[in-house]
């Protein structure tokens, strides 16, 4: 892990020393903080796809209609997203378009649980814009901003929530939960195979008891398998 980070923590520098921001974001993050070891380290910045391509020398375009490219680094790879804006959302799971920004308190606002919307450079100093520390220590998930947004916005964000149960043994926030028990419906407009890459990750969590508890409490698991 330590290789995997040291030689992310160069992409950082190499992206800053380009005068381009860039940070380590999400899960990667919350788990470091949580003392997990993650196996997937996502780095987002204010470079494009294309300033990152003419940067390094081995990139894959995996995502690059939404800013996202990959960095291969030996056996180490690093997804790499430039800071956006979300357009519209009109079928449940992807925005229409998507506008690059160079504001990461703008990226990080379209994100979807606050603990999952901390950043931390290369030196590990941690900035929180939407209050993810004190989800992390009071083991809650929670949308950022209006879950009924969030939910519309992308339907598999419920099920992501329940996966993120599974993993860490968090509650869900009161008014996420709320959210989901309104909008559980929408879940039957998602594509069966996004369904179950999420199913078989809440299966293999550790907590997937209670994950499953609560997916019965929300009435999900009627949708789904009613």
């Known amino acids: 892990m330590n290789d995997y980070l040291n030689k992310g923590r160069e992409i950082l520098q190499k992206l800053k020393e380009n005068n381009f921001e860039a940070f380590f974001v999400g899960g990667f993050v919350r788990d470091k903080l949580l003392g997990i070891t993650s196996e997937d380290i996502d780095i987002t910045t204010s ?29 180490f790879k690093f997804e790499v997203t430039t800071f956006r804006s979300d357009g519209e959302y009109v079928d449940k799971r992807r925005p229409t378009e998507v506008t690059y920004s160079k504001s990461i308190e703008e990226d990080l606002s379209r994100r979807d649980f606050t603990i999952n919307a901390l950043i931390m450079d290369e030196e590990d100093n941690i900035n929180d814009y939407h209050n993810g520390l004190h989800d992390l220590k009071h083991k809650l998930i929670k949308t950022i901003n209006n879950p009924m947004t969030r939910f519309k916005e992308d339907a598999l964000r419920m099920l992501r929530a329940f996966r993120f149960v599974s993993k860490l043994g968090f509650d869900i926030d009161d008014n996420t939960f709320e959210a989901i028990k309104e909008l559980k419906s929408s879940i039957k407009d998602l594509a069966i195979e996004r369904v179950m890459v999420e199913l078989e990750k809440i299966i293999k969590g ?12 929300s009435g999900v698991a009627d949708e789904l398998y009613g």
Do not use: Q, S
């Not at 550790?206 to 409490?217: D, G």
């Open 206 to 217: 550790t907590h997937r008891n209670k994950a499953f508890k609560l997916m019965l409490e």
């Open 47 to 75: 470079a494009t796809p294309d300033e990152v391509i003419a940067l390094f020398k081995h990139v894959k375009e995996t995502g690059k209609k939404y800013g996202t490219v990959t960095i291969l680094e030996g056996e």
